[in-house]
């Protein structure tokens, strides 16, 4: 496949994640949090099974784009010939049942997923016509998670089931695709027209009240210094002390943009268990140096 927009973690799961470790959650926080990393792993799980694609067809993921005033995700698009398909992934796992047009887990109704594809339905509509893309499209409720079951008592042409996937793989993948102007065309505006995700809330947190020190990304407890590796005496994981020096970095300057990243700040922030020397390598060969004498700073190369 021919990823033109790759997948990423958005800037809201990363900074929770990055929190996360740090400061303990209210329930809710929590709960808002685990929504989006399984949503985030549903869409990993997408993006595997679209790795055998033939090569010319363009995959974007993860568009925001704006209709009418209205903002709206689109978690994965695939350019055909005239024609475009949409999917909204999720990544439920349990028995799910569809009564009277309702939806329920566990004898709890949830919010009914098809209702979120009609209305993207009717934004995507509008947004070809506004941009003059002369394509048809069909929009796919996925369901990536092999522990997921529905029960439900009539066929849906637009919902996926996970033992439906590898058919729906062949199917997609034996379409004609000879990439034309027209494709370009399509891609760029998309590309060009991604707007800003809605502002989300997050917790409010201070520098002082955050744990220091270096995370596990597995299980996210405490790690510990061993040589030069830097171990997790929980789940045992462990990494080079320069990639749990960069993944502190990149939380830190996730998690306070405003402020700058110096030597002394990055040995406070991992709570002093990796020596300045060692940071400032680390600092000196992926970040570019800036200012001058007791003003340096680094920054994102
Ligand atoms: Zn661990």
Not at 244 to 251: T, V
């Amino acid at each position: 496949m021919a990823i033109i927009k790759p997948l990423n973690p958005s800037h809201q799961l990363q900074l929770l994640r990055a929190l996360s470790v740090r400061k303990e959650f209210s329930l809710d926080e929590k709960q808002y949090f685990y929504l989006l990393l399984k949503g985030y792993e549903g869409e990993k799980r997408w993006r595997e099974y679209l790795n055998g694609f033939p090569s010319e067809i363009p995959i974007l993921f993860d568009l925001t784009l704006k209709s009418n005033h209205t903002i709206f995700q689109v978690d994965a698009l695939m350019v055909h010939q005239h024609h475009i398909t949409l999917f909204e992934i999720k990544n439920f796992s349990g028995n799910f049942t569809i009564k009277d047009g309702h939806w329920y887990h566990s004898n709890k109704e949830i919010k009914n997923p098809l209702i979120q594809i009609e209305r993207n339905q009717t934004l995507i509509r509008q947004f070809v016509d506004q941009h003059h893309l002369q394509l048809t499209f069909d929009y796919l409720l996925v369901f990536v998670n092999p522990e997921f079951m529905l029960y439900d008592s009539k066929p849906r042409k637009n919902l996926i089931l996970p033992p439906q996937i590898p058919n729906l793989i062949r199917n997609l993948s034996q379409m004609r695709h000879t990439p034309t102007t027209h494709h370009t065309k399509i891609i760029q505006t998309l590309l060009t027209h991604q707007t800003e995700s809605p502002l989300f809330v997050i917790p409010k947190y201070t520098y002082q009240e955050l744990a220091k020190g270096l995370f596990c990304n597995k299980c996210r407890n405490k790690m510990e210094r061993k040589a030069n590796r830097v171990i997790c005496p929980t789940c045992k994981s462990q990494c080079s002390l320069e990639n749990a020096l960069l993944d502190l970095i990149h939380d830190f300057s996730i998690l306070f943009p405003a402020l700058k990243v110096t030597n002394q700040v990055i040995f406070n922030w991992c709570n002093g268990i990796i020596s300045k020397s060692t940071i400032r390598r680390v600092l000196l060969n992926n970040y570019s140096l800036k200012g001058s004498g007791r003003g340096i700073y680094y920054e994102r190369k």
